[in-house]
């Protein structure tokens, strides 16, 4: 019984290690930089460097957030935009669902600060 219950543990810790051990799903790894970053600081440096590129998701079309889908174009053309990579219209998971919900916040919030610099 002692041998069992070894054996069971033995496995529950090596399948255990094992599984944490792996690296994240490429679309996943992509997005993963968003958990710890700070939009505000983040387009402050931008707007120090005259970097006003707004920040867009690839969702069946360029959705800037924080800009009227009406303005889009002419934002795109004055300041230009940068996709977030790993944002898609197709959802892999619920660790990417929250991932990407967690970049389009940060996008707005950027987005929002930069907006303000963008002169059309």
Known sequence: MKGILLTMSLFSFLFGCNASSE???????ALMWVETADPEQDARQAIESND??????AIRSI???G??????EKYQQACGVRLIEG?????????HLRLMQK????ALEYNTLIKSECKL
């Not at 800009?67 to 889009?72: L, T």
């Not at 944002?87 to 660790?95: A, M, P």
């Not at 970049?103 to 940060?106: F, L, M, P």
């Open 23 to 29: 690296a994240p799903e490429p679309h996943i790894a």
């Open 52 to 57: 006003l590129r707004l920040l867009g998701l």
């Open 63 to 65: 959705s800037i957030p």
């Open 67 to 72: 800009i009227d889908q009406a303005d889009n």
């Open 87 to 95: 944002v898609s219209d197709v959802v892999r998971g619920d660790e």
């Open 103 to 106: 970049a389009r916040r940060y």
